[in-house]
């Protein structure tokens, strides 16, 4: 490592708390779908800071966006009425079924909201003591308290306990057991139509359309967690609209407002009274400046058709990783995804492959130290993703 680098480490040692295991990379500067650390080294980012610059960094239109809003309104708190939170709400629900939104700041925030939302909405609309959330093996929805009970890791929630009651979870693509869980005090089932930080695994359609037959049979709500697979990543809007299903709430972030810290939930006018003025709120969710930025990426998105573009795009991607996979037998055990949500198992531990392609200009994740992970932007150039897999394939032949 350099001395830059070495720097940049000594400093956070002495400044931040220790709650990241960090890459070996200090970032500097960002465009398009390119970074470049303390060094000048230039990278490709499949990355996109985990699905959230879904547009790339410092797009220019987004930039001329965010710049003509900060000399007009930042923040007035959710006290008044803000004609950017309203024009945001519209491209927003435009895009789905939902007709009602709440904005926050961030995916947990997001599935907080729809916690809340779905024990209220028992309690105060169905007249039913029903508050237990069900939710699906291999998930993740967050980091809070709340969000970590219902993901359900002891590995995550390690010192933390206990955590808040409420919660069941039941393996996923297994019906029988999501039949057997739901009882008088189910309000909910909860779940991720792909599984991001789980591996990227999409869940069977005739699962999914099962757990929604369930949900309507059992008069509980069908939650969705849209905070990565959401905002066009999976060749649809939202991903929930690759399995022809209609959740009754979902929860959205990340790339919302293309790196500012945006959450929101979207839910429909029924679930939606669940709550009333008081119920719920955030100080600074959807202030004019983000939904501001939030709405300008969601007009690029659809003007460039960048949602459809991943879904091409992917299926593109996951067939030649396939035919990879066929010429390395024993390199690769599965690809799989949905649009640009790629996951491409390795027959073997993956950290050295990782660190390699870190080395040769490609970031990209490692999930459960097997499945290299691709979130890139999604107006991200092929040629970039064929130079990915050109060293992907020279790294796995010398191994």
Known sequence: MSKAFDAVVAREENLLCR????????????????????DGKEYVDLLAGIAVVGLGHCNDEICDALAAQSRKLWHVSNLFYQEEQLELAEKLLATTHHEKAFFCNSGAEANEALIKLARRYMRSVKQRDAFEIITLGNCFHGRTLGALAATGRESLSDGFTPLPEGFAQVPAGDLAALEAAISGKTAAVLLECVQGEGGVLPLPAEYLKGVEALCRKKDILLLCDEVQAGMGRTGKFWAFQNYDIRPDAISVAKSLANGLPMGAMLATSEAARGFVAGSHATTFGGGALVSAVAAKTIEIMQRDGLVERAGQLGAQVRAEAEALMRRLPGKIREVRGLGLMIGIELCEDGTEVWKELIRRGFICNLSHGVTLRLLPPLNVDKADLDAFLAVLEDILQGR
């Open 19 to 38: 709650s990241y295991s960090r890459y070996p990379l200090a970032i500097v500067r960002g465009k398009g779908s390119r970074l470049w650390d303390v």
